[in-house]
């Protein structure tokens, strides 16, 4: 077996860069080893190519321990005596996708494989941390439930939310936690008509068969179709040693861009969420907040994240959005790739690392092409005579611009709306990727929660939508058709305007104007020198 289609991240006998790709791997793989390479904190890993995903056949194939158990040894062999399936020290993982191109969050991850009814007393051994043990059985079952057992993902939030009671399940107890996981296992088995996998070799060899045959989910197809990415490039799949946001107060999961991708600031834009795991922040269920948090509680972790940010720019040559994740003070690097801007933000990034001398001038010039007044021009917000409007309520801005239009509440409302010839704007309780397609057709996204790194948010900045997520007081009500706005009722038709650049909402049609600031233009021009900038 070739070197290129299963490759060994931060194990013994590791893979170097030259002999491999971003083709053969996916880019997250092969950041991954780039990142290994420079010598900063990532969790060992191995790699299943994209080669495997060319055919069902190949697929199949690829979830078969007789291909990968050589490669998990060597990623035992770089876990400090941890081993997969072990009742005393068990060895946790995550499964995760990455195709050659960016896809963010159309296809699947599954964590805390290898958890079972036994693993999960060795975990508690191990770590002396029930709470950390049971809040990841319980999240392996649910989602385990949903990627592979194809069970609606409700079928596990409501068990959750009855139990929260309104309370951050954050807050929820080791025994809490114990009898919910207990639960996730009885509604598993009742919806599955087969009991939840407690063999761990099962558990790996399905979720990597998922994970496979999420690269042909409806969504992703239809991500693809939109996008002009070719079927034929496949993802892979990389097999990675679990490391805990969710082990206690000085533990947690973020997402974040070197520089704001609205503006192109060159200033560190991160969601962080203490005591969670990633899938938390990115799957647009949960809302997180900024940096702040992490930067006053954990000083040394914010200034690692600092310097390593830094030098992924310089080593990268762009603006990079990567994930992390802090267990227990100590960093971990996930991921990293190119970061999703605005045009408004791409000239700002290139021309700032031009002055840097991260880039050159040719680079730089290739970046702005394209971009002119009409590109960098945004909407914004105009007070009629002068009076300031009242929001109906904030919430964090994942775009920049101001979208105006008639209120949907899913794919069919926007459809209508299109077909109707009538602006929508898309409002969603979560940020969620499966609406992509209803997001195509619509002008905004508001959603009640999320966070600004959500794939939801990410995929709308993509697409130039206005983007608003973890509203204030929002409330949607699917059954009525109509949403709430810290008790202003609004139904489906009524008109919403989202303002992005202040992160407010209105319950009304707002004036608006156009502005493109001139002094990008003017470095636009210089840049170009012979090239004509028409303002």
């Known amino acids: 077996m070739s070197t290129a289609d299963l490759c060994l991240i931060g194990c013994p006998g590791q893979t170097t860069v030259a002999q491999t790709s971003p083709q053969r791997l996916g880019f997250k793989a092969f950041n991954l080893l780039r990142m290994a390479e420079l010598g900063l904190p990532v969790p060992p890993a191995f790699v299943l190519g994209t080669r495997f995903c060319a055919d069902a056949e190949l697929r199949a194939g690829a979830a078969q321990p007789a291909l990968w158990l050589p490669a998990l040894q060597a990623l035992e062999s770089a876990s400090a005596g941890l081993r997969f399936g072990d009742v005393a020290r068990p060895l946790l993982l995550s499964v995760r996708s990455g195709a050659p191109v960016s896809m963010p969050g159309m296809m699947e991850t599954l964590l805390n494989i290898g958890l079972n009814d036994e693993t999960v007393q060795g975990l508690i051994r191990q770590t002396g941390n029930p709470r950390l043990a049971w809040d990841a059985y319980r999240r392996l079952i649910a989602s385990f439930g949903e990627v592979v057992a194809g069970l609606p993902a409700a079928l596990f939030e409501d068990e959750l939310t009855l139990l929260c009671a309104g309370r951050d399940e954050r807050l929820l107890d080791f025994a809490e936690l114990r009898a919910l996981a207990r639960r996730y296992l009885q509604l598993f088995a009742q919806a599955a008509g087969r009991p939840f996998p407690q063999a761990a070799e099962a558990q790996l060899q399905q979720a990597i068969a998922a994970v496979f045959d999420s690269w042909q989910s409806a969504k992703a197809c239809s991500y693809r179709a939109a996008h002009g990415i070719e079927d034929t490039i496949g993802t892979a799949v990389t097999v990675q040693a679990m490391v805990f946001g969710n082990a206690g107060a000085r533990s947690g999961a973020g997402v974040g861009f070197t520089r704001d991708p609205r503006s192109g600031e060159a200033a560190l834009w991160v969601d962080f969420l203490f005591n969670a795991q990633g899938e938390d922040v990115v799957s647009g ?50 991921q990293t790739r190119g970061g999703k801007r605005t045009p408004q933000a791409a000239a700002r990034i290139a021309l700032d690392l031009l002055r840097e001398g991260a880039i050159d001038v040719a680079t730089a010039r290739l970046r702005c092409k394209g971009l002119d007044a009409e590109h960098l021009r945004v909407s914004r917000v105009v007070a009629p005579d002068g009076q300031p409007l009242q929001p109906l309520a904030q919430a964090q801005a994942a775009s920049s611009g101001v979208a105006i239009g008639q209120i949907v509440l899913d794919e069919a409302g926007a459809r209508a709306a299109k077909e109707a010839g009538r602006p929508a704007i898309l409002v969603r309780r979560d940020a969620e990727t499966g609406d992509s397609a209803a997001l195509e057709m619509a002008l905004g996204l508001l959603t009640q929660n999320g966070a600004r790194t959500s794939h939801a948010a990410v995929v709308a900045r993509q697409m130039g939508k206005v983007c608003l997520v973890a509203c204030e007081g929002l409330q949607v009500d699917e059954a009525r058709r109509e949403i709430h706005i810290f008790g202003t009722r609004l139904a489906e038709g009524d008109w919403l305007s989202l303002d992005g650049n202040e992160a407010c909402v209105y319950a009304a049609q707002v004036q608006t104007e156009w502005f493109c600031p001139p002094e990008l233009l003017a470095e636009l021009a210089e840049l170009r020198r012979d090239v004509a900038v028409a303002a």
Not at 297 to 320: F, I, K, S, T
Not at 327 to 334: K, M, N, P, S
């Open 285 to 334: 269920r949960r809302s997180a907040q900024g940096h702040e948090q992490l930067q006053q509680v954990l000083p040394e972790v914010w200034a690692e994240l600092l310097q390593a940010c830094a030098r992924l720019e310089r080593e990268m040559g762009d603006m990079q959005d990567f994930e992390f994740t802090v267990q227990d003070g100590r960093l971990f690097l996930l």
